[in-house]
């Protein structure tokens, strides 16, 4: 096993145990802003959830119901953003009904057998927020009821069942793919059934074919959803037929390990990618990409967040160094603390 997929399981599991769960911690695991009041963004560490009202010039530290629970994603409900969902570590998923002051565990069957999930991405039904999927540690996970109750979803997936990432498909939301430890995944049939779409990823002679190359996101153009990237442990790849084949990104700068996409809404061209050795853009659909770190205490990104406002304003969460914010799409990073400070 190479020693890059061993990195993809202790990023998303094994890192968040270094801290105890009332430590404070300067790892930003997750990034989400509200998705028409910009100033409103939530921010989880290892240790608690924190929300800001004011763009981050100070923050309120939510922990009902979190108490002994360690936060790994968060998701903005899109019809009613007041319902925030976290996908936890061995802890399933909590939800908050009102925008992070309780939290209320939502883990009903998402689990296997008596193992508990680390839920290491949640994504909603772009048409139907009722509906959700979980990338867990123990496999794909499908609610229709907010949380009520989950069910397994891993028809297909007879090699693997770690999984790390999902992504619906905006127009036809039948359509997911799964970032899994041994590539990407694709159902067309609203996850009741998948096939591996590893063509130009993972070898087909691979030893160890489970385990031969993690995904860490995914990430679909909404203009045009047969393009899809995916960030790896390995690298960025980008299809342009809905999986059938892949085709490395930056292969000038190596393999990466990336952590995180995000694309500006209504330019299909432009592009970040968090990874473990800093920020980078490209302007030209990922054929060409420039380093973006100056203000930055410390490269190694865990999260990337755009303002669906104002494409210039980025968040950065990152390995130990706290939360960063650009105003000028990336060109300049300022160090925003978590200072918690009493806000209506």
């Not at 499908?142 to 990432?165: L, P």
């Not at 096939?195 to 190359?213: E, F, H, I, W, Y």
Request: aromatic residues 8%.
């Amino acid at each position: 096993m190479k020693t890059v997929i061993r990195r993809a399981v202790v990023f998303s599991i094994v890192a968040g145990l270094l801290l105890g769960c009332t430590q404070r911690s300067d790892r930003v695991v997750a990034v989400v802003i509200h998705p028409t009041k910009s100033k409103l963004v939530y921010v989880a560490t290892e240790e608690a959830v924190y929300k800001t009202r004011d763009g981050g010039q100070s923050w309120k530290r939510l922990s009902e119901g979190l108490t002994r629970v360690r936060v790994m994603n968060l998701v903005i409900d899109p019809r009613l953003p007041a319902n925030v969902f976290a996908g936890t570590l061995a802890d399933g998923v909590y939800k908050s009904p009102d925008g992070g002051r309780r939290w209320l565990p939502r883990n009903a069957g998402i689990q296997k057998g008596t193992i508990s999930a680390n839920v290491n991405e949640l994504v909603f039904d772009p048409l139907d927020s009722q509906v959700l999927y979980a990338a867990t540690t123990v496999g794909v996970f499908r609610t229709k009821d907010a949380g009520q109750s989950w069910t397994e979803r891993m028809r297909g997936m007879n090699e693997i069942n770690f999984i790390v990432a999902l992504a619906v498909d905006p127009v036809s939301p039948n359509i997911l793919y799964a970032g899994t430890s041994g590539g990407v995944y694709r159902s067309f049939d609203g996850a009741d059934h998948w096939t591996k779409t590893n063509n130009g990823l993972v070898p087909d002679d691979a030893k160890m074919a489970s385990m031969a190359l993690g995904v860490n996101r995914l990430l679909i153009d909404p203009a045009n959803p047969d393009v899809v990237y995916a960030g790896t442990t390995q690298g960025v790849f980008k299809t342009l037929n809905k999986g059938e084949t892949w085709g490395r990104l930056a292969a000038d700068l190596g393999e990466l390990y990336v952590s995180s996409l995000v694309l500006e809404p209504g330019n299909g061209q432009h592009l970040y990618m968090g990874t473990s050795t800093g920020i980078f853009q490209s302007q030209d659909s990922g054929q060409t990409w420039k380093a973006t770190n100056e203000g930055l205490a410390n490269l190694n990104i865990r999260a990337i967040a755009m303002d669906p406002q104002d494409s210039r304003v980025l968040y950065a969460g990152t390995n130990g160094s706290g939360l960063f914010r650009s105003q000028d799409g990336g060109e300049s990073w300022t160090h925003l603390p978590l200072t918690a400070k009493a806000q209506e």
